[in-house]
């Protein structure tokens, strides 16, 4: 929605009540418009249950503020309702709702992508002059605490002429999450001039002598080391000068009241900087000078001055004494402080490194117990060791099939043809083949007999009669499924559409030749499963969503975060993989097959934390430096790291050309025999899935290159194993969980199980083309993905295999992709492959597009 005010107007304001899903759905607040030249700034994005409240939108200087709802379709919530007006008189803090959740004009801002402080709305506990107050800054109460994904900043406004820094006092005690000068991710940050002035954090402590930070009082209590009610921070260069909460978003179980201070220009001391506030005609408050007019100031508050008033006499006697006394006082002292700034020094160093590793990448947790989803019965009294046992693969594969009409076989895939395609047999996908046995074992278990069997061996491909019945005159519904407009009748063994009543014919093949790989190794592994953390339940609107385990000390980035405490996320860093595969088994044991993963899924925040200084460090050496973190230098600029953007690709634009000429490269005949039309190309931007993607590729590389980072044994490692680009076809229903949530299997990998239970993806456009796979909608658009995958090392799939096969037996390390060969191709350069982490891969690009 646009608004534009008339003119004089700077501000709309925005009533709402708003009952928006935490993360997924949201409202943006911007000044400005999209369909101006100077785009839109960010003012304020709102997500939460339950919410009345009341906003002051800035105006661009052509008077347009833009108000956007941004959904993914799903869940039933109310919504939102508002109203938007003009009001003659100026905003006042009385327009404030309540505390900390409006804005730009209250007192006490909230953090909404970037707030002024306000010098004429700022309060102050003593009188100061007006020209030094910058404002009060807070980031938080009790019953607002900080959302996630935004950031707290306070820009100064401008200072004084005579201003030589800043002041912080504060309200009320720093209340932070206490953490150690090693791994401090809670902290206030002052920058100036690009560069930063100061960080102020509650520190650990367990001896006074540990807080020896000049904004800290030199007191541990309660573990911690308190900061001073105020102090002041030196700025030469106030250009771009804001104040800033860096938080990790995560007290674990203990509440913090976060930030509330004053902000206040400081002047210089009128007599130089080594004369004392008092002898100065100044005023110390709260270890600070205020100095005449009412002006803070640099002279120094020094508790331990001398009193030039003592009697001379004493004076001389005691002078000497307190000399010596302070000497040795001082040299202790100064002693213990640059020992211990020594070694801050060392761990700072290798923090300042850890931290720029840690600030690149987005939403990074990790596991601090065994997690897997609940699947195994009260009553299962099984021994643990038949617990752990591998799942033995089918000794027999049932396939339901349906006679296509021969002059539309070219709609579909090779890997959904059976047998000869003279013969135009097409599978059914696996939810309706799993339907459709069901009610044929029903009807042959009513005592029926049956039709018509046919058993396929894959060695030759031929197939033959099996028994063959009568069935009786029975009419019972469960031998009838019905779906999307027809019936499949296994007494008849037709397929009927309701519509027209037309009839094909169906059949059930019986693969009896499928069995396990020769030699498989068994993996086992003892698992106690008191140390493990088993879930109860899934929250509404997460049953049948994937699920993911966790090891202890596994690395995870989330993507996604619910307001009720559960994330989806994708592990950068396998801690034990053994164990991984052994908890999906064990999730799996009643099933066979589940929507539980080792890599990949929803899982519950309060069993994770912010990964420890040891374990970025793991990460980090997987991984490299940072700048491969970073998004493409091509993309546009992110506005929400965790949300994926879409960038339309224009008529001319070199990118949107490049990707169409390779699209279309295996798209003309005599390979394909259909005429495509480029609909849309869109540039898929989300750097959470990025990232995750990047770190999957530079583990696999750097296995190949040893652990060394050259640019040139890189680039061979990335020639070998990266692949830019495959192709994978979807529709409009998965298409959006793709773009958000990567490829899972649990809703990429269902057309096709020929070569393995992975996400497949085609090295030809024309493969992934087929309707089969690149689904038409209901204007007959179809969906294509242009992807990067790191395909590794790869091996020959196996009919539904969960995973590939084992590559190193001495370390259960598995093969990272397995592949599939059609006609003519060799292990080099196979058609199709098939991943089973879905980092694997990252949709680059959305081609839309039509057959005729």
């Not at 058993?455 to 779906?483: C, E, H, N």
């Not at 493969?767 to 395909?791: E, F, G, H, L, W």
């Given at each position: 929605w646009e608004v534009q005010v008339k003119s004089g107007q700077k501000y709309v304001i925005f009533d709402v009540e708003y009952d928006l899903e935490p993360t997924y759905d949201y409202l943006q607040l911007f000044s400005g418009t999209f369909g101006s030249t100077s785009g839109v700034t960010p003012f304020a994005f709102l997500s939460a249950e339950s919410i009345k409240e009341t906003y002051f939108i800035p105006t661009d200087d052509s008077g347009f503020s833009t108000i956007r709802l941004v959904t993914d379709s799903l869940g039933r919530r109310s919504g939102f309702k508002a109203s938007v007006y003009i009001d003659n008189g100026a905003p006042t803090i009385n327009d404030c709702p309540k505390l900390g959740t409006s804005g730009l004009f209250c007192e006490i801002p909230h953090c909404i992508v970037e707030n002024s402080v306000q010098r004429q709305m700022g309060f102050s506990s003593y009188g100061v002059n007006g020209d030094y107050r910058i404002g009060r800054v807070v980031s938080q109460i009790k019953t607002s605490s900080v959302p996630p994904n935004i950031n707290c900043t306070w820009p100064f406004g401008k200072p004084p002429s005579e201003a030589q820094g800043i002041r912080l006092r504060f309200n009320f005690p720093l209340d932070l999450e206490p953490q150690p000068v090693s791994a401090v991710r809670d902290k206030i940050v002052v920058k100036a001039g690009g560069n930063v002035a100061a960080e102020v954090f509650v520190e650990k402590c367990d001896t006074d002598d540990v807080c020896s930070y000049s904004w800290q009082t030199g007191k541990c209590e309660d573990g911690a080391c308190t900061v001073r009610k105020s102090f002041d921070v030196n700025i030469e260069d106030f250009s771009g000068a804001k104040f800033l909460l860096v938080t990790d978003r995560s007290d674990g179980k203990n509440i913090h009241n976060g930030i509330d201070f004053d902000a206040l220009f400081i002047g210089s001391c009128p007599s130089g900087t080594d004369v004392h506030c008092e002898d100065d005609g100044g005023e110390c408050v709260d270890g600070a000078c205020v100095c005449d007019g009412n002006i803070p100031c640099s002279c120094p508050c020094d508790i331990n001055k001398v009193v030039s008033k003592l009697n001379a006499s004493l004076l001389w006697i005691?002078?000497?004494?307190?000399?010596?006394?302070?000497?040795?006082?001082?040299?202790?002292?100064?002693?213990?402080?640059?020992?211990?700034?020594?070694?801050?020094?060392?761990?700072?160093?290798?923090?300042?490194?850890?931290?720029?590793?840690?600030?690149?990448?987005?939403?990074?947790?990790?596991?601090?117990?065994?997690?897997?989803?609940?699947?195994?019965?009260?009553?299962?009294?099984?021994?643990?060791?038949?617990?752990?046992?591998?799942?033995?693969?089918?000794?027999?594969?049932?396939?339901?099939?349906?006679?296509?009409?021969?002059?539309?076989?070219?709609?579909?895939?090779?890997?959904?043809?059976?047998?000869?395609?003279?013969?135009?047999?097409?599978?059914?996908?696996?939810?309706?083949?799993?339907?459709?046995?069901?009610?044929?074992?029903?009807?042959?278990?009513?005592?029926?007999?049956?039709?018509?069997?046919?058993?396929?061996?894959?060695?030759?491909?031929?197939?033959?009669?099996?028994?063959?019945?009568?069935?009786?005159?029975?009419?019972?519904?469960?031998?009838?499924?019905?779906?999307?407009?027809?019936?499949?009748?296994?007494?008849?063994?037709?397929?009927?559409?309701?519509?027209?009543?037309?009839?094909?014919?169906?059949?059930?093949?019986?693969d009896i030749t499928v069995t396990a790989p020769p030699e498989a190794p068994i993996e086992r592994k003892e698992i106690d499963l008191s140390e493990v953390e088993i879930g109860n339940s899934l929250p509404d609107g997460l049953i049948g969503e994937p699920q993911m385990v966790l090891v202890k000390g596994d690395v995870v980035q989330f993507s996604s975060q619910r307001q009720d405490g559960w994330a989806f996320g994708t592990k950068l860093h396998h801690n034990d993989e053994v164990t991984a595969r052994e908890l999906v088994r064990l999730a799996s044991k009643e099933s066979g097959d589940t929507n539980t993963f080792t890599d990949t899924g929803w899982f519950p925040l309060d069993i994770t934390e912010i990964p420890s200084a040891e374990e970025l460090t793991a990460l980090q050496a997987k991984v490299g430096g940072t700048d491969a973190l970073q998004a493409p230098s091509y993309w546009d600029a992110i506005i929400d790291p965790t949300i994926v953007q879409l960038h339309k690709l224009n008529h001319g634009d070199k990118e949107r050309e490049t990707v169409i000429k390779s699209f279309m490269a295996t798209l003309q005949p005599p390979r394909f025999s259909k005429n495509v039309e480029v609909v849309g190309v869109e540039r898929i931007q989300n750097l959470a899935m990025w990232q995750s993607y990047v770190v999957k590729r530079q583990t696999i590389c750097y296995r190949e290159t040893g652990g060394t980072d050259s640019p040139k044994a890189m680039q061979v490692a990335l020639d070998r194993f990266e692949r830019h680009w495959l192709w994978h076809g979807t529709n409009v229903e998965v298409m959006d969980k793709i773009m958000q949530q990567g490829f899972n299997r649990s809703f990429c990998g269902k057309n096709a199980t020929m070569y393995g239970k992975g996400v497949y993806f085609a090295r030809d456009a024309e493969y992934s083309a087929y309707p089969t796979y690149a689904v038409p909608d209901i204007n007959k658009v179809q969906y294509m993905m242009a992807c990067r995958v790191i395909v590794g090392e790869y091996c020959p799939g196996v009919r539904n295999a969960l995973t590939p096969e084992i590559r190193d037996s001495s370390t259960q390390t598995l093969y990272d992709t397995t592949v599939g060969l059609l006609s003519n191709d060799t292990m080099e350069n196979p058609s199709i492959y098939v991943t089973y982490h879905d980092a694997q891969a990252y949709p680059e690009y959305l081609i839309k597009f039509k057959q005729s």
């Amino acid at each position: 929605w646009e608004v534009q005010v008339k003119s004089g107007q700077k501000y709309v304001i925005f009533d709402v009540e708003y009952d928006l899903e935490p993360t997924y759905d949201y409202l943006q607040l911007f000044s400005g418009t999209f369909g101006s030249t100077s785009g839109v700034t960010p003012f304020a994005f709102l997500s939460a249950e339950s919410i009345k409240e009341t906003y002051f939108i800035p105006t661009d200087d052509s008077g347009f503020s833009t108000i956007r709802l941004v959904t993914d379709s799903l869940g039933r919530r109310s919504g939102f309702k508002a109203s938007v007006y003009i009001d003659n008189g100026a905003p006042t803090i009385n327009d404030c709702p309540k505390l900390g959740t409006s804005g730009l004009f209250c007192e006490i801002p909230h953090c909404i992508v970037e707030n002024s402080v306000q010098r004429q709305m700022g309060f102050s506990s003593y009188g100061v002059n007006g020209d030094y107050r910058i404002g009060r800054v807070v980031s938080q109460i009790k019953t607002s605490s900080v959302p996630p994904n935004i950031n707290c900043t306070w820009p100064f406004g401008k200072p004084p002429s005579e201003a030589q820094g800043i002041r912080l006092r504060f309200n009320f005690p720093l209340d932070l999450e206490p953490q150690p000068v090693s791994a401090v991710r809670d902290k206030i940050v002052v920058k100036a001039g690009g560069n930063v002035a100061a960080e102020v954090f509650v520190e650990k402590c367990d001896t006074d002598d540990v807080c020896s930070y000049s904004w800290q009082t030199g007191k541990c209590e309660d573990g911690a080391c308190t900061v001073r009610k105020s102090f002041d921070v030196n700025i030469e260069d106030f250009s771009g000068a804001k104040f800033l909460l860096v938080t990790d978003r995560s007290d674990g179980k203990n509440i913090h009241n976060g930030i509330d201070f004053d902000a206040l220009f400081i002047g210089s001391c009128p007599s130089g900087t080594d004369v004392h506030c008092e002898d100065d005609g100044g005023e110390c408050v709260d270890g600070a000078c205020v100095c005449d007019g009412n002006i803070p100031c640099s002279c120094p508050c020094d508790i331990n001055k001398v009193v030039s008033k003592l009697n001379a006499s004493l004076l001389w006697i005691m002078f000497p004494l307190v000399v010596i006394f302070v000497c040795i006082f001082v040299w202790y002292r100064r002693r213990k402080i640059r020992k211990s700034r020594e070694q801050k020094a060392v761990i700072q160093e290798k923090e300042e490194q850890l931290e720029a590793f840690r600030n690149s990448v987005v939403g990074m947790r990790t596991a601090t117990t065994h997690y897997m989803p609940k699947s195994i019965p009260e009553s299962d009294d099984a021994p643990l060791a038949d617990k752990l046992l591998p799942i033995p693969p089918p000794l027999e594969t049932i396939q339901w099939c349906w006679k296509e009409t021969p002059h539309m076989m070219s709609n579909h895939g090779p890997d959904v043809v059976v047998g000869n395609p003279a013969d135009c047999w097409i599978k059914y996908n696996p939810a309706l083949n799993t339907m459709i046995e069901n009610a044929f074992q029903a009807y042959t278990d009513s005592g029926s007999t049956r039709k018509t069997t046919l058993s396929q061996s894959p060695m030759t491909g031929s197939l033959k009669k099996a028994l063959t019945f009568y069935p009786p005159s029975v009419d019972d519904s469960k031998f009838i499924v019905r779906w999307d407009g027809y019936n499949v009748d296994v007494r008849d063994m037709q397929q009927t559409k309701e519509a027209t009543g037309f009839v094909r014919d169906i059949q059930r093949i019986t693969d009896i030749t499928v069995t396990a790989p020769p030699e498989a190794p068994i993996e086992r592994k003892e698992i106690d499963l008191s140390e493990v953390e088993i879930g109860n339940s899934l929250p509404d609107g997460l049953i049948g969503e994937p699920q993911m385990v966790l090891v202890k000390g596994d690395v995870v980035q989330f993507s996604s975060q619910r307001q009720d405490g559960w994330a989806f996320g994708t592990k950068l860093h396998h801690n034990d993989e053994v164990t991984a595969r052994e908890l999906v088994r064990l999730a799996s044991k009643e099933s066979g097959d589940t929507n539980t993963f080792t890599d990949t899924g929803w899982f519950p925040l309060d069993i994770t934390e912010i990964p420890s200084a040891e374990e970025l460090t793991a990460l980090q050496a997987k991984v490299g430096g940072t700048d491969a973190l970073q998004a493409p230098s091509y993309w546009d600029a992110i506005i929400d790291p965790t949300i994926v953007q879409l960038h339309k690709l224009n008529h001319g634009d070199k990118e949107r050309e490049t990707v169409i000429k390779s699209f279309m490269a295996t798209l003309q005949p005599p390979r394909f025999s259909k005429n495509v039309e480029v609909v849309g190309v869109e540039r898929i931007q989300n750097l959470a899935m990025w990232q995750s993607y990047v770190v999957k590729r530079q583990t696999i590389c750097y296995r190949e290159t040893g652990g060394t980072d050259s640019p040139k044994a890189m680039q061979v490692a990335l020639d070998r194993f990266e692949r830019h680009w495959l192709w994978h076809g979807t529709n409009v229903e998965v298409m959006d969980k793709i773009m958000q949530q990567g490829f899972n299997r649990s809703f990429c990998g269902k057309n096709a199980t020929m070569y393995g239970k992975g996400v497949y993806f085609a090295r030809d456009a024309e493969y992934s083309a087929y309707p089969t796979y690149a689904v038409p909608d209901i204007n007959k658009v179809q969906y294509m993905m242009a992807c990067r995958v790191i395909v590794g090392e790869y091996c020959p799939g196996v009919r539904n295999a969960l995973t590939p096969e084992i590559r190193d037996s001495s370390t259960q390390t598995l093969y990272d992709t397995t592949v599939g060969l059609l006609s003519n191709d060799t292990m080099e350069n196979p058609s199709i492959y098939v991943t089973y982490h879905d980092a694997q891969a990252y949709p680059e690009y959305l081609i839309k597009f039509k057959q005729s």
